[in-house]
């Protein structure tokens, strides 16, 4: 069963940093780019960062560049997006999505709709 995990969400005063994990299983994730993708209410899904399989090429939102890093850990099934310097702008559910290599990090972070598998999401809040 293919399973994308994410935790770290939470309440954040703006200004403040976070960092997400997204835990895989059940698929070959080294094969497999892995996008955060974030929906706030009311709004459109925005791919947000996105890793390539070789973990060689990363994509991110302009509206998070310089604010937010995407890495992963192949020894451990996991990406993580450090987020710094919050915004209330980035309150959002965020979540974790895997596609396969046949399309870029920028190319699934543009068009969401296209990748495999999606995790169920973990709220994120900046609020002072």
């Known amino acids: 069963e293919v399973q994308l995990v994410e935790s770290g969400g939470g309440l954040v005063q703006p200004g403040g940093s976070l960092r997400l994990s997204c835990a895989a299983s059940?698929?070959?994730?080294?094969?497999?780019?892995i996008g955060w993708v974030r929906q706030a209410p009311g709004k459109e899904r925005e791919g947000v960062s996105c890793?390539?399989?070789?973990?060689?090429?990363?994509h991110y939102a302009g509206s998070v560049m310089g604010r937010f890093t995407v890495s992963r850990d192949k020894a451990k099934n996991t990406v993580y997006l450090q987020m710094n310097d919050l915004k209330p702008e980035d309150t959002a559910v965020y979540y974790c999505?895997?596609?396969?290599?046949?399309?870029?990090?920028?190319?699934?972070?543009?068009?969401?709709?296209?990748?495999?598998?999606w995790g169920k999401g973990t709220l994120v809040t900046v609020s002072s």
């Open positions: 999505a895997a596609g396969t290599a046949e399309f870029t990090p920028y190319y699934y972070c543009a068009n969401p709709e296209f990748v495999n598998y």
């Open positions: 890793i390539s399989s070789n973990d060689y090429y990363t």
């Open positions: 059940g698929f070959t994730f080294d094969d497999y780019v």
